[in-house]
């Protein structure tokens, strides 16, 4: 019975010796591999700087500018429409019997109510003009960010555009002339 529990005693420690041998290679490796693993390579952009840069946003520029002036336009129409029959209500409002008065008064209230509507519209159509436009230029300088991030061996790249980058190191390369490189832009 010795022998048995000398022996069980024998092939614990065995084991115990080889698992903290086991253990002290797992850490050496871990921090041989720390030692190996890469530092973090940080950049940044101003993607707004970059986007305004390019020949292309010039012309979104001028076709948004054309897109505003049209709904500027026919809004102004609908204005000028509703200040001459106001202007038409208000001098003749006096002479006009009570029915019509109502009448006139309820083409106003649904003239400027139109008028309402079609700003707000024009707003939502507007911004969906702007995307529409936009949104290609926006996905090539996405694009060409991560190519020069990828070939460049970046971790992050961080848009200092975006307004919400509270600190910049000086490790922290700038790559705005390597994607404006990319895009072929001056």
Do not use: C, W
Not at 72 to 87: P, S
């Amino acid at each position: 019975m010795k022998r048995v529990v000398f022996l069980v005693a024998l092939l614990l420690a065995g084991m115990a010796t080889q698992l903290m041998a086991q253990e002290a290679l797992m850490g050496a490796m871990a921090v041989k591999q720390m030692s190996e693993k890469k530092q973090p390579k940080f950049a940044h952009i101003d993607s707004q700087a970059l986007i305004t840069s390019m020949p292309k946003h010039d012309t979104i520029m001028k076709q948004l500018k054309a897109f505003e002036q049209d709904l500027y336009d026919q809004l102004e129409q609908l204005q000028v429409e509703y200040n001459k029959k106001l202007q038409d209500y208000t001098q003749k409002r006096e002479s006009l019997t009570p029915s019509v008065r109502e009448a006139k008064e309820k083409e106003l209230a649904e003239l400027g109510q139109r008028a309402n509507e079609f700003q707000q519209a024009a707003q939502r159509d507007f911004q969906t003009q702007q995307g529409k436009l936009l949104q290609p230029l926006i996905d090539e300088v996405n694009a060409a960010i991560q190519k020069v991030g990828k070939a460049n061996g970046y971790t992050y790249v961080f848009d200092k555009g975006a307004g919400f980058l509270l600190y910049v190191s000086p490790d922290s390369e700038d790559i705005l002339e390597k994607v404006q490189k990319e895009l072929k832009v001056k």
